[in-house]
């Protein structure tokens, strides 16, 4: 399943993130068992603070007497006050002698050759600076008992304010500001995104609206324009030229024949053959256009298409008579569409030619009015049915109107990758 630009990088951000935690954590473990030195304390249970920090006291919060001995429950607290994190401590206190326990919690504890042990469990093996200890333990002696000593020991663990930890802190900053830049990036371009497809929607109202008028003065072209607009464009993005090349070659292809508005639709649909001063006017339809389209600068390409569309590849076209690359490239990918759509539709003076008669046309015309390295892309999509599927999209529906289904919301979306 292949995933979009947007869901790849959160990936990127997911996994960066993953591995930050996961070296964070193996950083804290690694320091907590990165002993420097033992530390041993022997503490008084009154609960003053001793010069090193860690200092404790206990409670004695009940006693009872039952057969003789005496069953009390004590409850400790040692402090960390310290600079330095200990890690695997135990405490112990000398008891006397045949004292049993009973219960505890907070702690493991247990009684060798007359000392409590308190041994910590697996959520306080570490004992931080700033925390403190909390435990009990209920014992039952043969008289009366009240610890006032303590015996603490552990050691001194790894320094978490280490080099790498510093590192690890400032590449989570750096993670933090790609992730937000990513979003607000994001969220700018979305919103670039949108004006930009409300833009190239206005255009493209703007550009049917008026090709609307040239297929009005000739019912045997309508579609025409559309039709050249999109074999342009697919020719454009075959050859790889650029997205916006791409979508700029689809404007020239809708507007290259603006210039027809200028032609007298008694000349423009004359069904017998035209006289000079006649073909003259219809030609002049390229000059005409270059003017109309002069003050849509904006769009690179539209009016020089406009204006050139008629030029041939040897030098022999009109109006100026260019000649090989010298003719825009968006005249001579305009120049192969129009003249498909020319022999493959039905003209006033004649009907179209059929599959194998446009091939060998357009082939013969390789090199002289035709660009011999745009040709093949232009055989490709005969073969290949484009062409078809551009003409049922185009086709008129029983009404009589122009089905276009491919609508300036989706023709921008195909060259443009939204």
């Known amino acids: 399943m292949k995933l979009d630009k947007t869901t790849e990088t959160l990936l990127v951000f997911l996994a960066a993130f993953v591995t930050l935690i996961t070296a964070y954590l193996v950083e804290q473990v690694c320091a907590d068992n990165n002993v420097s030195s033992e530390y041993a304390i022997d503490m008084s249970l009154t609960g003053a603070r001793l010069s090193d920090g860690v200092y404790a006291s206990v409670a004695k919060s009940e006693e009872n007497v039952t057969r003789n001995r005496y069953i009390a429950k004590y409850e400790f607290e040692i402090h960390n006050d310290s600079n330095v994190n200990i890690s695997n401590w135990a405490a112990y206190i000398t008891v006397p002698k045949d004292t049993e326990i009973t219960n505890f919690w907070g702690v493991e504890a247990n009684i060798e050759k007359g000392r409590l042990i308190f041994a910590p469990e697996f959520y306080n093996l570490s004992f931080s600076k700033g925390d403190s200890l909390s435990f009990g333990v209920v014992l039952s002696t043969q008289k ?3 610890p006032e000593q303590i015996s603490f020991r552990g050691y001194k663990s790894g320094n978490s304010g280490g ?10 900053i750096i993670w933090a500001a790609l992730f937000v830049g990513f979003f607000v990036s994001n969220f700018n371009l979305k919103n670039y995104r949108e004006k930009q497809k409300n833009d190239v929607r ?3 109202q703007s550009m049917n609206t008026f090709i609307s008028f040239i297929d009005a003065k000739d019912p045997y072209t309508r579609g025409h324009s559309r039709r050249v607009a999109m074999y342009a464009a697919e020719i454009a993005k075959r050859m790889r030229l650029s997205e ?19 032609v007298p639709d008694a000349v423009l649909n004359k069904p017998g053959k035209l006289t000079d001063e006649e ?8 000059v005409a ?30 109006p100026e008579g260019l000649k090989g690359d010298t003719i825009p490239l968006y005249a001579r990918i305009v120049g192969v569409a129009d003249s498909y759509d020319a022999m493959s539709s039905n003209r006033v003076y004649r009907r179209h030619l059929n599959k194998d008669e446009i091939i060998e046309e357009i082939q013969q015309g390789s090199g002289t009015q035709f660009d011999p390295n745009i040709v093949p892309y232009m055989v490709d999509m005969i073969n290949d049915g484009y062409v078809n599927v551009v003409k049922m999209e185009t086709a008129d529906n029983d009404a009589g ?9 989706d023709i921008p979306g195909v060259y443009m990758g939204f």
């Open 244 to 262: 916006d090349e791409v979508q700029n070659i689809y404007y020239a292809g809708l507007l290259h024949d603006a210039g027809k508005l200028s």
């Open 163 to 172: 080099v790498f930890t510093k590192i690890l802190y400032g590449a989570f």
């Open 279 to 286: 073909r003259k006017l219809i030609q002049d339809h390229t």
């Open 289 to 318: 256009g270059g003017k109309m389209l002069k003050q849509l600068s904006s769009l690179r390409g539209i009016r020089e298409t406009a204006l050139y569309h008629h030029e041939r590849y040897d030098g022999t076209g009109y």
């Open 202 to 204: 206005i255009i493209l």
């Open 144 to 146: 009366s008992f009240y």
């Open 401 to 409: 109107r122009s089905d276009f289904h491919l609508t300036e919301d």
